[in-house]
């Protein structure tokens, strides 16, 4: 089908106008109560659960006619999901999307927080894969409900603790958990915790889509983000040893790449906007030194 | 030099051409028609309808044609596709005891008004490969006994007219029926919510919880008071006239399981049901709905929850094959950033022990 056949045949953006409020309701609740996971009727989509139905449903219901998409995977926007899904959105809603994190009004993510801080015209949509932070301590969604509404989130602090028990600091890399405007603990999806620091006070606003899980949740800009520590073990983001390869930049946050079966690495910027902006400007990495000479 | 990997549009696109080549196979061999797999391989049909919650015959066999035989995936097209339809209203509840029967056997008695009716089983056949559908042949016509003009009454009624089964809670028109479509899963489930989540469950997992409870993991001594399988009328309300209007017949499986019977000091002891329900022919989900149906009831029946099948969250949670295959292969996706950050912690901790194990030498250095 052409695109302009499939826009004929669905909606703009493919979901219809009525389930389109019900999402947006769904938003606002979230909005309202940052952190707090909010129930919503997730539709089937033409996509699999687990590959961002959540985050396609919540970008659908934002996206305006006069919008700038962009969609990154992983950092990257040409990873093949997220190729995939940005060519859904030309396909049903034709708007313009971009690689550039700058030009863009709405990010979907998976994984990744952009290196370059967002602005209050933007939102970032993330796709969460498992919404509920108590999950693999508790598998109850019933208990789990009751967990959020007291607060009760000792089990989350014991389990803290018993890594720091048993490897001498907090073993979670991942879906580290934060507590948002000092009420909720929240999943931030599983982006390294490298980038739980740009959730704090973050300019943009923040949602969260869960399809298979059925939940949406938000964090409105300039919220207080805390990843959950302790005071002789505070959070610490993860650092690598070397710049990116590429650009030379110290403080993005790399892929390693295997570079042949000897051992050989290369560590490249995730975020490829950031690195390939950052090489536009002139900046060149260890492996890049021939390009620029 | 490194190469960043590019191209991902070029590879989905080629990727979906090789798929379409696959699909078609040997140019050489006729393709197969939609009418062919909606007649020939119907009982697909059946489980894609059944599943994917939408009763179109034909639109299933396309699905089961474009997903190259692959029944979750052909499901999931009808689930995607049902999902963008608009929803006019709720039809009346159907009758099933006013059913055109194809098939309806009974284990609990061996003659009961309106008879035993095999109709097109594999019961009883021997399974032993026919080589003679290799080539191709006409059918000789069945043979089949006149069709009685009595009614069949519900075998479930007719042990309920003996007030030695429990009632069906009389329906209540002002109460809306759950529709776990338009609202998300709650827990706890009421049994109608859990009797849509398993009605479009996934077959293998209804099996295989069904079995486990005739295995011990959560017993009910469950017999088939009945399996009837043929054609009832669906009517629509319409407000407009003030009545309901027929809008059409679909094919329906039914189960009912009588169960472990219970009662109490002041309750006559009964027997308790299970409820099975399935588009087309598909005995042996609604047998196996009908089973775990009964299973998820353990607290209403105040039996202990020990099996997996009793597990109301762990059941409804994991019966839907769309948002389970999803999930399971949504691994494929890259996750190189998140293995990417187990990898540097991995490395730190195993320096941290070496340094541990060598002091001396990190101190020296």
């Keep these: 089908m052409t695109h302009a056949a499939t826009r004929q045949a669905y909606n703009f953006a493919y979901l219809d106008e009525q389930t389109k409020r019900m999402i947006r309701r769904a938003i606002l609740k979230a909005i309202a109560i940052p952190g707090y996971q909010v129930p919503f009727a997730s539709r089937e989509m033409?996509?699999?659960?687990?590959?961002g139905t959540g985050g396609v449903q919540v970008t659908a219901s934002i996206l305006g006619a006069k919008d700038v998409l962009k969609v990154i995977d992983q950092g990257a926007d040409d990873t093949t999901n997220a190729v995939s899904i940005r060519q859904f959105f030309e396909k049903t809603a034709g708007v313009a999307t971009t690689t550039e994190t700058t030009k863009a009004t709405v990010i979907q993510t998976r994984h990744r927080i952009p290196e370059t801080a967002l602005q209050a015209h933007q939102v970032l949509v993330y796709q969460v894969p498992i919404p509920e932070p108590l999950r693999f301590l508790e598998p109850r969604e019933t208990e789990t409900r009751k967990m959020h509404a007291l607060a009760e989130y000792g089990l989350m602090h014991v389990k803290l603790y018993e890594?720091?028990?048993?490897?001498?600091?907090?073993?979670?890399?991942?879906?580290y958990p934060v507590l948002v405007a000092g009420r909720y603990v929240m999943d931030p999806s599983?982006?390294?915790?490298?980038?739980?620091?740009?959730?704090?006070?973050?300019?943009?606003?923040?949602?969260?889509?869960?399809g298979r899980e059925k939940r949406i949740y938000a964090i409105p800009p300039h919220t207080r983000v805390v990843s959950l520590d302790f005071d002789d073990h505070p959070f610490e983001v993860t650092r690598f040893h070397q710049p990116c390869a590429l650009c030379g930049a110290n403080g993005s946050y790399l892929d390693e790449v295997v570079m042949d079966d000897c051992g050989t690495r290369m560590f490249v910027c995730s975020d490829t906007d950031y690195c390939e902006t950052r090489q536009a400007e002139g900046h060149r990495g260890i492996m890049n030194q021939?390009?620029?000479e | 030099m490194y190469v960043a990997v590019k191209g991902g549009e070029r590879a989905i696109a080629a990727a979906h051409?090789?798929?379409?080549?696959?699909?078609?196979?040997?140019?050489?061999?006729p393709e197969l028609a939609v009418e062919q797999i909606e007649e020939q391989l119907s009982l697909a049909v059946d489980r894609v309808m059944s599943e994917g919650s939408l009763y179109d015959r034909r639109l299933a066999a396309l699905a089961i044609k474009q997903a190259r035989g692959d029944l979750v995936e052909a499901i999931f097209l009808l689930r995607a596709y049902r999902t963008t339809l608009p929803r006019y209203g709720y039809s009346e509840p159907l009758e099933t005891g006013a059913m055109q029967v194809r098939r309806r056997i009974s284990a609990?008695?061996?003659?009961?008004?309106?008879?035993?009716?095999?109709?097109?089983?594999?019961?009883y056949t021997h399974r032993l490969i026919d080589f003679a559908l290799e080539a191709e042949g006409d059918v000789p016509p069945a043979r089949t006994a006149p069709v009685g003009d009595g009614a069949m009454p519900r075998v479930t009624d007719i042990i309920g007219d003996d007030d030695l089964i429990e009632r069906n809670p009389p329906g209540d028109p002002f109460r809306p029926v759950a529709d776990l479509t338009r609202e998300p899963l709650t827990f706890p489930a009421d049994r109608d919510l859990r009797l849509q989540n398993l009605a479009r469950g996934d077959e293998g997992f209804l099996l295989a919880l069904g079995y486990s409870t005739q295995r011990g993991y959560g017993r009910t001594h469950p017999f088939v008071g009945e399996i009837r399988m043929g054609e009832v009328e669906v009517e629509f309300f319409v407000e407009e006239l003030g009545f309901a209007v027929p809008l059409g017949e679909i094919t329906l499986t039914e189960c009912q399981m009588v169960n472990q019977f219970a009662g109490s000091k002041t309750e006559p002891a009964r027997f308790t049901r299970g409820y099975g329900l399935s588009f087309g022919h598909c005995e042996r989900r609604a047998m196996s709905m009908s089973l775990v149906d009964r299973s998820l009831r353990a607290e209403e029946f105040g039996e202990e929850r020990k099996g997996p099948a009793q597990d109301e969250e762990f059941v409804l949670s994991h019966s839907d094959n769309v948002q389970a295959t999803g999930f399971v292969e949504h691994l494929k996706l890259p996750h190189y950033v998140d293995f990417q950050a187990e990898l540097a912690l991995l490395r730190q901790m195993r320096n941290d022990l070496a340094a541990q194990a060598h002091p001396s030498q990190e101190a020296a250095e």
Excluded at chain 1, 191 to 199: A, E, G, I, L
Excluded at chain 2, 17 to 25: F, P, Q, V
């Design chain 2, 17 to 29: 051409g090789l798929l379409a080549e696959k699909r078609r196979g040997d140019p050489q061999v």
């Design chain 2, 108 to 123: 609990t008695y061996k003659d009961l008004p309106g008879g035993q009716v095999l109709g097109p089983t594999f019961d």
């Design chain 1, 190 to 210: 599983p982006t390294p915790k490298f980038d739980n620091p740009k959730m704090d006070d973050c300019a943009a606003l923040q949602l969260f889509g869960a």
């Design chain 1, 163 to 175: 890594d720091i028990a048993r490897h001498g600091h907090i073993a979670t890399t991942y879906s």
């Design chain 1, 46 to 51: 033409p996509m699999p659960y687990g590959w």
């Design chain 1, 290 to 292: 021939e390009a620029a």
